[in-house]
């Protein structure tokens, strides 16, 4: 439920119209590319996340969870659609109105764009692997070039431990 309340979707309001534009082109390559270069402008910080919670949602529509949960891909885009893609909704109203009315107003908002986005969420989960391969390649090799610092400031630690004489003869 967490991820319902991040303050944007993992995806970010930016690409939201790319995105969709993306679900409605006819070549499934063409689809895979386009939103592989889309899912890269991510932000920073919402990659790691995006990729092992994609992953999660694809391995739960798998044949042998799939049985277990009732859940198909479907069901699951329509779930976690709010998660990962929803437009940007600025205040509505200028005028006071009551808190009811505005979160009633976001609620229809919300339930239409889950709509229109869960068709591009159906999609980037059941075509994972192809869509968020580049993402996970650059991971990696962020996660390798950290890991070797840390074992470089580890020698280092290491080094210094021994008593450096600091009186001049």
């Given at each position: 439920q967490w991820l319902n309340q991040l303050p944007e979707p993992l995806l970010g309001y930016e690409h939201y119209t790319a995105l969709l534009a993306c679900a409605e082109l006819e070549d499934p390559a063409a689809r895979?590319?386009?939103m592989a270069l889309l899912v890269q402008e991510?932000?920073?910080?919402?990659?790691?996340?995006?990729?092992r919670f994609v992953g999660?949602?694809?391995?739960?529509?798998?044949?042998?969870?799939?049985?277990?949960?009732?859940?198909?891909?479907?069901a699951v885009s329509v779930l976690s659609t709010?998660?990962?893609?929803?437009?940007?909704?600025?205040?509505l109203h200028a005028t006071p109105v009551s808190?009811?009315?505005?979160?009633?107003?976001?609620?229809?908002?919300q339930m239409s764009a889950t709509a229109t986005g869960s068709t591009t969420v159906e999609?980037?989960?059941?075509?994972?692997?192809?869509?968020l391969q580049r993402l996970r390649e650059d991971l990696a090799q962020r996660e390798a070039a950290l890991s070797a610092k840390c074992s470089r400031i580890a020698r280092l630690q290491e080094s210094t431990k021994e008593c450096v004489d600091t009186m001049f003869p």
């Open positions: 895979v590319r386009n991510a932000s920073w910080f919402a990659k790691p996340l995006l990729v999660l949602l694809h391995r739960c529509i798998q044949p042998e969870f799939a049985t277990q949960n009732n859940l198909n891909v479907i709010p998660c990962l893609l929803r437009p940007y909704v600025p205040a808190f009811f009315q505005e979160t009633e107003a976001r609620e229809r908002m999609f980037l989960i059941a075509n994972q692997g192809g869509v």
